[in-house]
Every structure is written in structure tokens, then in C-alpha cells.
């Protein structure tokens, strides 16, 4: 007699008439009674038809595999899990690989270096393959926190890339803005970030945003903004299910909403000081990441997804220093925002790759080719808000950076043109004129 398993779901089954819907469980005597008498009845047809119902038992394998997943197991060990997370070839991929540790740690400095196999990421040959890691940021781990989210010491490691030689490899980013934001020009600013990172859910299969027929669209933009209801919202779980992971990451989100474009969300983070900002941002992409593979759904951070009159998807950075902050802040944010016009296209440059698809002058952009700045105007480079104004101090907003920039080099770039870097009296004349800034 043929053995019958089924090793990813155990079922129990129920063998229901299609004339009543009372049915007892099956066992497994009466499953190989019922083959056996299908197998004797040959062609002959029966009137009797049935349905096979599986249903999926409490002690079944995705429950156990779950029940596993979710184990806490402090109580019998003192070692941890620690994900060392690093960018990949690409510059905007993220991946990872876990390790145990002997015991909990605070600081990266207490983890050691690793290595992986950089030709495989695309960041190293195959002749000479090892890439080192260095542990640089730690946060808490959601996915591995125990039944109750107990915090059990496993965690999340932000690393950066290095040859065995020590230098950074050219995709570590960090390396260079962890340079300028150990300046001490840099650090006596206390630079601040607050960044708007926006993305956008794909069906899986189809590549086509989360809620939209496939192959169609959705009716125009206008309700979908913050908009709530299942003609209006799609993917309100994923948005709410990272926001607690990140909160109880460490991370610091500062809010979600739901974005203009159906299946567009955005969240921030901050405010954040120098380095952190980009360390914050890299985790809760990853965590991200983890949690659409988790439902079944594909992340996209390209800034145009959709080609027509649909909104990209940017990540703006709103930016202030200590002398931004202060009483008569206003005027050091004019001269920043100098300085940000006579170096428009070293950032463009470094803000996101296919952002010109997005940077068009519609859809709350500005134009890539023109810089320009505003009071609470979301059509222009630089926006200022209208408090910042009344007030005579507070922040910018950097609207030109797309979703998939790097925060590490967005965030360093503005501390360099705006801290570090200093244009001829000629150029900053020339260029508050065309701008009508008096500073």
C-alpha cells in the first residue's frame, strides 16, 4: 500500500457531500479505506461526489516552524544572535548573515570583524574575494525577540566594508561621512537630520503597486493621501507592523502616513545626529525589507515607479545646525541655502540614481536642471517652512533626494557645503542676487 506524506502541512481532512455539510474527521484508516474503494470502483462512476477539506491542525508544521521562530531561549543560554547587515554591490541592496556571540554585548566595538565573499555581491573579484566587515551600529532585533518581545539580546549590526588591507571598498559610503562629521567644525554644529523616506509596495508576481488591477489603474491622485478605507489604502499593515519593529528596534521613527500615489508610503526618521541618521535609515530598510519578504510583497525604492501623471517617490532630508537653531538662525539658513545653489549639481549628482525621471517640475518637484528654494513652496529645492520664517530660526528641507539615495552620503553632503565648504565672495554675490537673498 502507497504511503502518503505531506511534509510541509499536516491537514485533517474532512470528506463532505456535496448533499450535506455533516462530516466527521478523517482518520487515517478511512483515508486508505476511501483509496482503496476508488481504486476497486475502476471506471464505474459513483453519484456520490465529495469535497476534501483540509484544515489546518493546531499541531501542524507552520505552527511549530512559528512556535520556533518565536522561542525565547534566555532562559537556557547566555548566547545571543547577532545579523551583521552591510550594502551590497549595487550600492542600494542590503545583506546579511547571522553569527552567535557568546554573550550580550552594548557597544560594536565589544563584536568582531567578519568577512563574506564580495565577488559574490559584486564588490570584490573572485581571485581575491574576502571583504571585511566592521561593526559600526547595533539595534535591537524584532524579528528574533521572543513570544512576549522580551528583549533577549539578539540584535541587529549596521557594518561597513573594508579590504583585508583595511581600505574601504568603494560602496562604503560610511567610511568617507564618518570623516566629515568627526570634523570638529561638523561637530561643534551638532548637525540634525529629519528624513522622509518613501516607498513604494509591488505585487509580487506582476511588479505592479500593492492594490492596483493588474495591468490598470486606480481612479486619479487625490484621495489616497493619508486617505483610509479599503479603496483608498492598500498595505496599512506592512506601514504599521514596521513601525513598531523599528520603535522597538531603537530605531528612531518619528511617524508614518500613507503617500499621494495608491500603495506609496512614507515614514521618518529623526531627528538624528551626524552618522546616526545614516545608520538609522540603512536599519530600517533592512527591517523593512525582512518584513514585505515576510508578506509576500516587493519593496521598491526607484523614484519614478510609475511613468505618467503619478508622484515619484523622493526622501527628503530636513537639515539644521546649532547656529540654524539659534536666535538669528534665519540668516545662517540663507547662506546655507548660497551655498547649496553654487554646488547644485555635485549633490544632483550624489542624490539618487534615475532621480530625473522624478525631478521633472511636477508632481511637487522641482526641475533637476534649476535650483530653487521657497517659503513652505514643495516645487522648489529647498523648501522653508513658514514657523522657520516666523520665527527667525529652525531648519531647511532638501527636497531633492530620491528614495533610494544613500543617507550617508546625502547627510555628510549637506554638512560639508554648508559647514565646511566655502565659495569665493564673487560666486556667493552672483548667486544671492539670481536667488533675491540678501545675506
Request: hydrophobic share 35%; with cysteine.
Amino acid at each position: 500500500m502507497a504511503h502518503i506524506t505531506a511534509p510541509s502541512v499536516q491537514c485533517q481532512v474532512r470528506v463532505v457531500p456535496t448533499s450535506s455539510f455533516t462530516a466527521r474527521p478523517m482518520t487515517a484508516k478511512l483515508w486508505n479505506s476511501l483509496l482503496l474503494n476508488q481504486r476497486k470502483k475502476g471506471t464505474s462512476r459513483s453519484s456520490a461526489r465529495f469535497r476534501v477539506l483540509a484544515l489546518q491542525s493546531e499541531s501542524s508544521t507552520v505552527n511549530r516552524l512559528k512556535d520556533l521562530l518565536n522561542l525565547d531561549i534566555t532562559p537556557y543560554t547566555d548566547k545571543i544572535i547577532a545579523e551583521y547587515i552591510w550594502i551590497g554591490g549595487s550600492g542600494i541592496d542590503l545583506r546579511s548573515k547571522s553569527r552567535t556571540i557568546s554573550k550580550p554585548v552594548k557597544h560594536p566595538s565589544e563584536l568582531p570583524k567578519w568577512n563574506y565573499d564580495g565577488s559574490s555581491t559584486g564588490q570584490a573579484p573572485g581571485e581575491d574575494s574576502e571583504v571585511i566587515l566592521y561593526p559600526q551600529a547595533i539595534f535591537k532585533d524584532p524579528f528574533r525577540g521572543g513570544l512576549i518581545w522580551i528583549f533577549s539580546g539578539h540584535m541587529k549590526v549596521i557594518c561597513d566594508s573594508y579590504t583585508p588591507a583595511g581600505e574601504p571598498i568603494p560602496t562604503n559610503k560610511r567610511h568617507g561621512a564618518a570623516e566629515i562629521f568627526s570634523s570638529q567644525k561638523v561637530i561643534n554644529e551638532v548637525p540634525w537630520y529629519g528624513i522622509e523616506q518613501e516607498y513604494t509596495l509591488l505585487q509580487t508576481n506582476v511588479k505592479w503597486p500593492l492594490g492596483w488591477p493588474v495591468g490598470g489603474y486606480p481612479g486619479p491622485q487625490g484621495p489616497y493621501y493619508c486617505g483610509a478605507g479599503a479603496d483608498k489604502s492598500f498595505g496599512r499593515d506592512i506601514s504599521d507592523a514596521h513601525y513598531k519593529a523599528c520603535l522597538y528596534a531603537g530605531i528612531n521613527i518619528s511617524g508614518t502616513n500613507g503617500e499621494v500615489m495608491p500603495g506609496q508610503w512614507e515614514y521618518q526618521v529623526g531627528p538624528s545626529v551626524g552618522i546616526e541618521a545614516g545608520d538609522h535609515i540603512w536599519c530600517s530598510r533592512y527591517i523593512l525589507e525582512r518584513i514585505t519578504e515576510q508578506a509576500g510583497v516587493v519593496l521598491s525604492l526607484d523614484p519614478k515607479p510609475i511613468e505618467g501623471d503619478w508622484n515619484g517617490a523622493g526622501c527628503h532630508t530636513n537639515y539644521s545646525t546649532k547656529s540654524m537653531r539659534e536666535d538669528g538662525g534665519f540668516e545662517v539658513i540663507k547662506k546655507a541655502i548660497l551655498n547649496l545653489s553654487l554646488r547644485h549639481e555635485v549633490h544632483i549628482s550624489a542624490y539618487g540614481e534615475g532621480n530625473e525621471r522624478r525631478l521633472t517640475g511636477k508632481h511637487e518637484t522641482a526641475s533637476i536642471d534649476t535650483f530653487s528654494w521657497g517659503v513652505a513652496n514643495r516645487g522648489c529645492s529647498i523648501r522653508v517652512g513658514r514657523d522657520t520664517e516666523k520665527n527667525g530660526k529652525g531648519y531647511l528641507e532638501d527636497r531633492r533626494p530620491a528614495s533610494n539615495m544613500d543617507p550617508y552620503v546625502v547627510t555628510s553632503l549637506l554638512a560639508e557645503t554648508t559647514i565646511l565648504w566655502e565659495p569665493t565672495l564673487e560666486a556667493e554675490a552672483l548667486a544671492a542676487q539670481k536667488l533675491s537673498l540678501k545675506v
